[in-house]
């Protein structure tokens, strides 16, 4: 069975730092683009950055850029976000989703990141 | 970065209603775009991609059209499972951006 499971949410300061995980299993993970999107509690869905197949080529929205990183293991099959200097408005879930046709088609079930004093 | 805007924002309709829902982007994004749906407390559901490509999987009630800047999702005959909230999403340029949502309520 295919399946993404993220993990490493919680509650952080404002400025402080948190990486997330998003586990891969039932599928071979490195021949597939991987992105991160969230949502904010009550609101849409926000893009927040894009990895290629070995990490060459990464995109990140402007709210991010120059505070998360994202990066992939292919040999432990896992994804992740480096999220520095977070701020109160990166409160949400947030999704690692797989990309097989040009858009995210197969989404992890999410963690929270709250930041919060 | 290319904007995306969707309506409307909220739609009331009933079983059966076919039901249309327009997404415009700032720029041509030529047929780079997708259509999720959302349950509460779920993750997005791929629905369409290249603006009219079904998903594997997907009700063939849902359809996708449009090129360019203008784009519609239309569920040909809402069923009671299709009551949630949509999505679309730009993927034409290394920035992705999605639309704001429209919820389908029951009228």
Redesign the interface.
């Known amino acids: 069975e295919e399946r993404m499971v993220e993990s490493g949410g919680g509650l952080v300061q404002p400025g402080g730092s948190l990486r997330l995980s998003c586990a891969a299993s039932g599928f071979t993970f490195s021949i597939y683009y991987m992105?991160w999107?969230r949502q904010a509690p009550g609101k849409?869905?926000?893009?927040v950055s894009?990895i290629n197949t070995d990490g060459s080529s990464i995109?990140?929205?402007?709210s991010v850029k120059g505070r998360f990183t994202i990066s992939r293991d292919n040999a432990k099959n896992t994804l992740y976000l480096q999220m520095n200097s977070l701020r109160d408005e990166d409160t949400a879930v947030y999704?690692c989703a797989r990309d097989e046709?040009?858009?995210?088609?197969f989404?992890?079930?999410?963690t929270l990141v709250t930041v919060s004093s | 970065d290319i904007q995306m805007t969707q309506s409307p924002s909220t739609l009331s309709a009933s079983v059966g209603d076919r039901v249309t829902i327009t997404c415009r982007a700032s720029q041509s994004i030529n047929s780079w775009l997708a259509w999720y749906q959302q349950k509460p407390g779920k993750a997005p559901k791929l629905l369409i991609y290249k603006a009219s490509s079904l998903e594997t999987g997907v009700p063939s009630r849902f359809r996708g059209s449009g090129s360019g800047t203008e784009f519609t999702l239309t569920i040909s005959s809402l069923q009671p499972d299709d009551f949630a909230t949509y999505y679309c999403q730009q993927y034409n340029s290394y920035s992705r951006t999605f639309g704001q949502g429209t919820k389908v309520e029951i009228k």
């Open positions: 992105h999107v849409g869905l926000v893009w894009r995109s990140y929205a402007d999704y046709v040009g858009a995210p088609n989404w992890g079930q999410g």
